[in-house]
């Protein structure tokens, strides 16, 4: 107690110091929580942007680029898959439900999803969270589309509106434009922070009829362009799809399943884990982690040298403190005890204050961050690796304050009464 008097009657002698060294602790501090927990939203996010499904099948080529295209709607696939491949293996009784999606087109620079009906019935992310509709319905008609809730807020688009898709996949204006069959808005997903939000979803029979009269990959001339009018999803024929999703009926069958589909003889497939696939994915990343880590850990190391800084600089100014308690009978020992002990006292107000301000800016900007960065600030408030980060920044705060304080313990009582005021 004594200790703690001393301490903070000599802290409030030095308010001014006081408070920016606390302040620049809990800065650091706040920073390396905020760091930490944005890092860990991001790889809950990464990791959870596909649940409940065993296993994504497409053409054969690598893991990671399956995994890619058909949930982060990153790249192309080298192949489709045909439909009766897809028929005759959704046939399988190990199989509870398939979802199909078929890719190669965009509109203003987002990926144009083909499937069905069982996308919005089956695709979950982040645990059990289903996709779902926040205005209109699902496409029911050929030329019916429903956009992500991104493509929705960027491209400004409401319930009615037409829209022309673009021949591949491209980050702008599409160069060869399906102008000849717009397809018209009729459902806005609800914003699920995923890769979802960024993309555009019709039926699969509306991605076959874009390209019904196309021939090779070239557009129709005006003679052979087969009216939009002419065509209906009922008589629409589906020959290839991109790849699919499965959800087993029982987990224990997974293995079985995807070794049946990757020897499957009439046409090489290629089926993953998609859980293995992204913590694969995600270690890849892992230098990124790292360098946002060591970012955190040296502004740690600077609020700490401020800290050093500010004690050091004073401790001239103390010099006649020291002297004064040295001759009440304060033992050397004591003077660096008591200094370390103010180290330690900062070194927990400015974690205590950081920790407050990071959990209160989390708090404030958690939904601002969800819809700008699909970062979704979720789980308990302080986990083991940041209980972790505190101690450790507490031990560190604690040692700096042994430097001024061995340096004190070598002030000569004479030299601290003869100071001149």
Same mark, same amino acid.
Do not use: C
């Given at each position: 107690?004594?200790? *703690?008097?001393?301490?903070?009657?000599? *802290?409030?002698?030095?308010?001014?110091?006081?408070?920016?060294?606390?302040?620049?602790?809990?800065?650091?501090?706040?920073?390396?929580?905020?760091?930490?927990?944005?890092?860990?939203?991001?790889?809950?996010?990464?990791?959870?942007?596909?649940?409940?499904?065993?296993?994504?099948?497409?053409?054969?080529?690598?893991?990671?680029?399956?995994?890619?295209?058909?949930?982060?709607?990153?790249?192309?696939?080298?192949?489709?898959?045909s439909y009766e491949s897809y028929q005759d293996i959704k046939k399988n009784p190990a199989i509870e439900w398939t979802i199909p999606y078929s890719l190669g087109d965009g509109h203003r620079g987002f990926r144009v999803v083909g499937t069905n009906e069982d996308f919005f019935k089956h695709y979950r992310f982040r645990g059990s969270e289903k996709v779902?509709?926040?205005?209109?319905?699902?496409?029911?008609?050929?030329?019916?589309?429903?956009?992500?809730?991104?493509?929705?807020?960027?491209?400004?688009?409401?319930?009615?509106?037409?829209? #022309?898709?673009?021949?591949?996949?491209?980050?702008?204006?599409?160069?060869?434009?399906?102008?000849?069959?717009?397809?018209?808005?009729?459902?806005?997903?609800?914003?699920?922070?995923?890769?979802?939000?960024?993309?555009?979803?019709?039926?699969?029979?509306?991605?076959?009829?874009?390209?019904?009269?196309?021939?090779?990959?070239?557009?129709?001339?005006?003679?052979?362009?087969?009216?939009?009018?002419?065509?209906?999803?009922?008589?629409?024929?589906?020959?290839?799809?991109?790849?699919?999703?499965?959800?087993?009926?029982?987990?224990? %069958?997974?293995?079985?399943?995807?070794?049946?589909?990757?020897?499957?003889?009439? %046409?090489?497939? *290629?089926?993953?884990?998609?859980?293995?696939?992204?913590?694969?994915? /995600?270690?890849?990343?892992?230098?990124?982690?790292?360098?946002?880590?060591?970012?955190? /850990?040296? #502004?740690?190391?600077?609020?700490? #040298?401020?800290?050093?800084?500010?004690?050091?600089?004073?401790?001239?100014?103390?010099?006649?403190?020291?002297?004064?308690?040295?001759?009440?009978?304060?033992?050397?020992?004591?003077?660096?005890?008591?200094?370390?002990?103010?180290?330690? *006292?900062?070194?927990?107000?400015?974690?205590?204050?950081?920790?407050?301000?990071? /959990?209160?800016?989390?708090?404030?900007?958690?939904?601002?961050?969800?819809?700008?960065?699909?970062?979704?600030?979720?789980?308990?408030?302080?986990?083991?690796?940041?209980?972790?980060?505190?101690?450790?920044?507490?031990?560190?705060?604690?040692?700096?304050?042994?430097?001024?304080?061995?340096?004190?313990?070598?002030?000569?009582?004479?030299?601290?009464?003869?100071?001149?005021?």
């Amino acid at each position: 107690m004594v200790f *703690l008097k001393l301490a903070i009657k000599s *802290l409030k002698n030095r308010a001014f110091a006081t408070t920016l060294t606390v302040l620049s602790i809990a800065l650091s501090v706040t920073l390396l929580l905020s760091v930490e927990r944005a890092k860990r939203a991001a790889e809950e996010g990464f990791t959870q942007t596909i649940s409940k499904t065993d296993l994504i099948v497409g053409a054969r080529s690598g893991s990671l680029q399956l995994i890619l295209y058909t949930v982060f709607n990153m790249g192309n696939a080298t192949h489709n898959i045909s439909y009766e491949s897809y028929q005759d293996i959704k046939k399988n009784p190990a199989i509870e439900w398939t979802i199909p999606y078929s890719l190669g087109d965009g509109h203003r620079g987002f990926r144009v999803v083909g499937t069905n009906e069982d996308f919005f019935k089956h695709y979950r992310f982040r645990g059990s969270e289903k996709v779902e509709l926040s205005q209109g319905q699902v496409f029911k008609d050929l030329w019916d589309v429903v956009v992500g809730a991104e493509v929705a807020h960027k491209l400004k688009y409401r319930l009615g509106d037409r829209i #022309v898709v673009a021949h591949g996949v491209t980050k702008g204006e599409g160069i060869q434009n399906h102008a000849d069959k717009p397809f018209v808005v009729t459902g806005i997903l609800e914003a699920t922070g995923t890769p979802l939000d960024r993309a555009v979803y019709m039926s699969l029979e509306g991605m076959e009829a874009l390209h019904v009269d196309w021939a090779d990959g070239a557009a129709p001339t005006a003679e052979k362009a087969i009216p939009r009018e002419q065509l209906s999803r009922a008589g629409m024929k589906i020959h290839t799809i991109t790849a699919f999703f499965v959800g087993a009926k029982s987990r224990i %069958e997974t293995l079985k399943l995807q070794r049946d589909i990757n020897t499957y003889k009439e %046409e090489p497939l *290629l089926a993953i884990i998609p859980g293995v696939a992204l913590s694969e994915l /995600w270690n890849g990343l892992s230098y990124v982690e790292g360098v946002l880590r060591i970012i955190s /850990w040296m #502004v740690v190391l600077v609020g700490l #040298v401020s800290m050093l800084i500010a004690l050091t600089t004073t401790l001239n100014e103390r010099r006649r403190e020291m002297a004064i308690l040295r001759a009440v009978g304060a033992k050397s020992s004591q003077i660096v005890g008591l200094l370390v002990f103010e180290s330690a *006292l900062l070194t927990v107000v400015g974690i205590a204050l950081g920790t407050l301000l990071s /959990w209160t800016l989390i708090a404030i900007l958690r939904p601002w961050i969800a819809s700008e960065f699909g970062l979704y600030l979720v789980g308990p408030w302080v986990t083991k690796i940041e209980l972790l980060y505190i101690g450790i920044t507490f031990i560190g705060g604690t040692l700096m304050g042994l430097i001024p304080a061995l340096r004190a313990q070598n002030l000569a009582l004479k030299d601290g009464l003869s100071v001149k005021l």
